[in-house]
């Protein structure tokens, strides 16, 4: 009679690699009557019992681990009556300080002038739609985004987001080391934002001036939690270096896919008066144009450090 013997270490070397989840924390924290729930295995978590007006601010030990709570999930959601439009700037302060980044599609409307408003009736462009971290076309990119949803769909228009640290926790090590020693050509206009959104030519041709192409690591280190991730992205990245062009889209598919598997990944249901923000360095993210004709008007700070 014959037996199988089953050799684990073997089985796992020749399936597909699948993430350790004990590196994930699945319970619910409670700090300051303020509760931090996952919002799925992998990334992002919800918060209530918080209230931002303008009455003062939450103390220095909650603010500190909401923090926390944003390098560990990747993205914070805020539930509707947490932060009125008028404080949304108040809530980004716990976090940094709003930056103003706006197109002609998305004008200005914060009370300082560091908030943009994008409201899917006037913006035409659609690279929202396409995988992508903000700004990341520039040296130096926000580290936090921050949105507020005033009026949006009773069904559709959600947000994608993609942990990019997870997804390079699914690479094969041996491949993984490979792509470390690689670089790639970061292009503000590789999908046509600029060519799209600046109709002007001079006024292109400023931007991209500018925003010229830069060079970056396909593969990079978080600045805070030391974690690898995954640094390409649809809407930005134009080709790897030092490959022929099939190698470098063949290599940049297999890193589309490990970004768009679905255990990386987390969609975001709004209603009127959510708010979130997420780790630029941690997270991708794409919305989703599945709401027709429905109204969606967001507010945005891109966030950097106080």
């Not at 921050?146 to 993609?162: C, K, W």
């Not at 809407?235 to 255990?263: M, N």
């Not at 027709?292 to 891109?302: E, F, N, P, T, W």
Request: a neutral charge.
């Amino acid at each position: 009679m014959y037996g199988i013997i089953v050799d684990n270490e073997k089985i796992d070397r020749i399936q597909p690699r699948i993430l350790d989840m004990a590196r994930y924390p699945a319970d619910a924290a409670v700090y300051g009557g303020v509760t931090v729930t996952p919002y799925s295995p992998t990334v992002g978590a919800r918060v209530s019992g918080l209230r931002i007006d303008g009455e003062g601010d939450p103390s220095p030990g909650v603010r500190a681990q909401l923090y926390e709570a944003l390098l560990r999930y990747g993205f914070l959601s805020f539930e509707p009556g947490t932060v009125e439009v008028e404080h949304f700037e108040r809530l980004v302060s716990l976090f940094g300080k709003a930056k103003l980044m706006n197109t002609p599609y998305t004008p200005e409307t914060g009370k300082s002038g560091q908030l943009n408003t994008i409201d899917a009736s006037t913006k035409k462009t659609r690279m929202n739609y396409i995988w992508h971290m903000d700004q990341v076309f520039q040296p130096v990119s926000p580290p936090y985004t921050a949105l507020l949803g005033e009026t949006m769909p009773a069904l559709g228009g959600d947000t994608l987001f993609a942990n990019a640290t997870a997804a390079y926790e699914l690479l094969d090590p041996m491949l993984a080391a490979y792509l470390e020693t690689l670089t790639a050509v970061h292009d503000a206009d590789t999908m046509g934002y600029l060519t799209l959104a600046y109709h002007d030519l001079e006024a292109r041709a400023e931007q991209r001036r500018k925003y010229p192409p830069i060079e970056v690591p396909l593969i990079r280190k978080h600045p805070e939690t030391g974690r690898k991730q995954i640094f390409v992205n649809e809407l930005y990245t134009h080709r790897i270096l030092g490959v022929s062009r099939r190698t470098s889209q063949a290599l940049l598919d297999v890193l589309f896919d490990a970004l768009s598997a679905p255990e990386v990944q987390a969609r975001h249901r709004w209603e009127n008066g959510t708010a979130l923000i997420w780790d630029n360095r941690t997270v991708q993210h794409r919305g989703v144009p599945d709401f027709g004709s429905q109204r969606r008007v967001m507010h945005r700070a891109l966030v950097l450090p106080s």
